[in-house]
């Protein structure tokens, strides 16, 4: 099975309003990393969150290697925020990333 | 700001074809990959590369072959292209070791009729 999985799989906001991504994983992770792909675009790395709880700009992602589970937050969400974000994890030394299959956010003005 | 950069950056090519899709990274990072992304399945890495000659099986291996002939460039290749390796190919690269932030390219875009 896959073994990282996002939800929701797609998200419609309001502009201004917060997002919360959810990401499980089934394998213990040395690392975990969330990326943004735009639409029809490149990957983009936003986050490298092993376990805690890291800010960046409008970003938090609080990751519980325990349960195996991550988070993004997105506060004051912008119609630019708009996109596919991306988990992923590495697990052992090879830097290989297994990523999951993504949540579409779509920020209404 | 690391740089990947991938060409062509759009291909169509014929069925039984051989393709080349080209990975150039000025980073000097160690490793370097090769994945696939398609509707449904998400990304999926095809090879990987630890350093100039060194390639690895990634998870779907079969009928891609890849070259890693120095630190800078990784090349993916499609000996005999079939219509089910159409899709979006990403390359990237990362310092290894289990932390790398991992930098990718813009995607070459391949259609094989």
């Known amino acids: 099975g896959q073994q990282v999985q996002q939800s929701p799989a797609s998200l419609v906001l309001q502009e201004g309003e917060n997002a919360e991504l959810q990401c499980n994983f089934s394998s213990t992770a040395t690392q975990l990393q969330w990326f943004y792909q735009s639409p029809g675009g490149s990957l983009v790395s936003l986050l490298s969150n092993p376990s805690g709880t890291k800010h960046t700009g409008r970003l938090t992602s609080t990751t519980v290697t325990k349960e195996r589970r991550s988070s993004l937050h997105i506060s004051s969400s912008q119609t630019t925020d708009s996109g596919t974000y991306l988990c992923a994890l590495i697990t052992g030394n090879t830097g290989k990333l297994i990523f999951g299959l993504g949540t579409t956010l779509q920020v209404q003005p | 700001e690391a740089a990947v950069t991938q060409s062509p950056r759009n291909k169509v090519a014929v069925t039984g074809g051989k393709v080349t899709l080209s990975c150039n990274q000025t980073?000097?990072?160690?490793?370097m990959y090769w994945y696939r992304q398609d509707t449904g399945h998400g990304l999926r890495l095809i090879h990987y590369s630890y350093g100039a000659g060194s390639t690895e099986k990634g998870d779907i291996p079969d009928g891609y072959k890849a070259s890693r002939p120095s630190q800078e460039n990784f090349s993916l290749i499609l000996e005999l292209a079939t219509p089910s390796q159409t899709s979006v190919y990403f390359c990237a690269s990362g310092e290894g070791q289990g932390g790398n932030t991992l930098y990718f390219g813009a995607g070459t875009r391949l259609s094989v009729l």
């Open positions: 980073n000097n990072h160690n490793n």
